[in-house]
Nanobody
């Protein structure tokens, strides 16, 4: 079992930046592909970004490509999401996720259903116009 705790959300003006962090438990963090999802009010949870267990591969949804950067520090069991040039449509609860399959691809995480991932409790990001 993997426990995930997000932090770093908040209120920011359009064009601003935020950095989300996800602290994880477990001795095998370095073997888990990690990612971020978000859910806006009235909408389904959607994939945002993923980073492979090795850190060599990343994947982004089109709407954040070039603005968001996902990274990981395996020594500290943490994953980050740097969000720049934020837009009001980025407003959502952001969830950290870990693929339950060891050494999964980023695409596997992006396409996995809710029950195939470990989840954090979420952190609110609000972007004002």
């Amino acid at each position: 079992q993997v426990q995930l705790v997000e932090s770093g959300g908040g209120l920011v003006q359009a064009g601003g930046s935020l950095r989300l962090s996800c602290a994880t438990s477990g001795r095998t963090f370095s073997r888990y592909t990690m990612g971020w999802f978000r859910q806006a009010p009235g909408k389904e949870r959607e994939f945002v970004a993923a980073i492979s267990w090795s850190g060599r591969s990343t994947d982004y949804t089109d709407s954040v490509e070039g603005r968001f950067t996902v990274s990981r520090d395996n020594a500290k069991n943490t994953v980050h999401l740097q969000m720049n040039s934020l837009k009001p449509e980025d407003t959502a609860v952001y969830y950290c996720a870990a693929d339950q399959q060891i050494e999964a691809s980023t695409r596997h995480l992006a396409n996995s259903g809710y029950t195939l991932l470990y989840w954090g409790q979420g952190t609110q990001v609000t972007v004002s116009s």
